[in-house]
C-alpha cells in the first residue's frame, strides 16, 4: 500500500513551505513532494533515483494536488526543465495546462475545480 505521510518538525523551512508530505510503500521512503508558498512554483516532487520508472512520480503529483485542493487553492502552477520528460508526462497525465516556455523551462498550471 502506498501512503503519502505529512511531515512535521522544526527543519522543514515554514517561512518557503506550507507543508512536506513523504510517499511511501510497506515503510519505505518512495519521494516527497513540498506545497510551496511561492503560487508561482506551488509544487515540487522528488522520487528518489532507485525508484524512479514505476509511476510513483504520478501517483505522487497527483495526490499532492489532492492536498492543495483541501487547502484551499484554485490552481497549481508549476515550472520544470524541459529536458525533463518524466515530468512532462505526468503534467499532461494529470490535467495541465502549458502556459509558457521557453529554451530552458515549460510552466504549467493545473485548475482544481
Known sequence: MI???KETGENLQPEK???CYKLVKDNQPLGFGTINKDKENALFIFINKEQRGNGYGKILFSKMLEETKKMGY???KITFSRKNEPMLKIA???GGQQTSFDEDSVKYVFPLK
Request: hydrophobic content about 25%; glycine content about 0%.
Open 3 to 5: 501512503n503519502l505521510i
Open 17 to 19: 513551505y506550507e507543508t
Open 74 to 76: 484554485d490552481k497549481v
Open 92 to 94: 499532461t497525465d494529470n
